[in-house]
């Protein structure tokens, strides 16, 4: 059975670069059926799409974040990660990574979660 | 980018209620909708895909339904473990969108 889960730091500073790695164990990465993402939610609210990713390397950005998430695929090692550049304490959150089913589309799997908190 | 306008914000409801909430979509986005469910701590949960079909694994007290801009999650009789907060998500273009929320809370 497939599972997901998130590493990185707990905390960043503003201005600096947010990085996150989503280890995909349970099933291959590399599969026509599924895309790979990552959702945010801030502290007591809601949920908030990032980005999605193809393991051909195709990715998706939600806009409003202003051209900073860069999302990839590394299929050897089974992970897909996310880099967040220039972050502030609006990017504190908890950052989940995803899975999506295709046709019908459907995030189907999540990870548990990962705290980000953004403060000098 | 399209608007998903969820209501209730919140509820009350009792062991045993019906209980419906809808989603509103800025403009038609065919059967392509989502309903989730989160509880305090935990990553939220499929519940719905493709606006009526049950994610399997979930009971069949939950339903969905609508097409092009309205859509309805409904819990026939509502139980203990459902008090939580339910979103729904717009699947048809990018950016997907979620709905703000509906927190069902025990009465």
């Known amino acids: 059975q497939m599972q997901l889960q998130e590493s990185g730091p707990g905390l960043v500073k503003p201005s600096e670069t947010l990085s996150l790695t989503c280890t995909v164990s349970?099933?291959?990465?590399?599969?026509?059926?599924?895309?790979w993402g990552w959702i945010r939610q801030p502290p007591g609210k809601g949920l908030e799409w990032i980005s999605n990713?193809?393991?051909?390397?195709?990715?998706y950005y939600n806009p409003s974040l202003r051209g900073r998430p860069t999302i990839s695929v590394d299929t050897s090692k089974n992970q897909f990660s996310l880099k967040m550049r220039s972050v502030t304490a609006a990017d504190t959150a908890v950052y989940y990574c995803?899975?999506?089913?295709?046709?019908?589309?459907?995030?189907?799997?999540w990870g548990q979660g990962t705290v980000v908190t953004v403060s000098s | 980018a399209i608007q998903m306008t969820q209501s209730p914000s919140s509820l009350s409801a009792s062991v045993g209620d019906r209980v419906t909430i809808t989603c509103r979509a800025s403009?038609?986005?065919?059967?392509?909708l989502g309903w989730y469910q989160q509880k305090p701590g935990k990553a939220p949960k499929l519940l719905i895909y493709?606006?009526?079909s049950l994610q399997g694994g979930v009971p069949s007290r939950f339903s969905g339904s609508g097409s092009g801009t309205d859509f309805t999650l409904t819990i026939s009789s509502l139980q203990p473990e459902d008090f939580a907060t339910y979103y729904c998500?717009?699947?048809?273009?990018?950016?997907?969108?979620f709905g703000g929320g509906t927190k069902v809370e025990i009465k």
């Open positions: 995803v899975r999506r089913g295709l046709r019908p589309e459907r995030f189907d799997l």
């Open positions: 493709a606006a009526s």
């Open positions: 990713v193809f393991y051909s390397g195709s990715t």
């Open positions: 403009q038609g986005i065919s059967n392509d």
């Open positions: 349970g099933g291959s990465i590399s599969s026509s059926s599924y895309q």
């Open positions: 998500l717009q699947d048809y273009d990018y950016p997907l969108t």
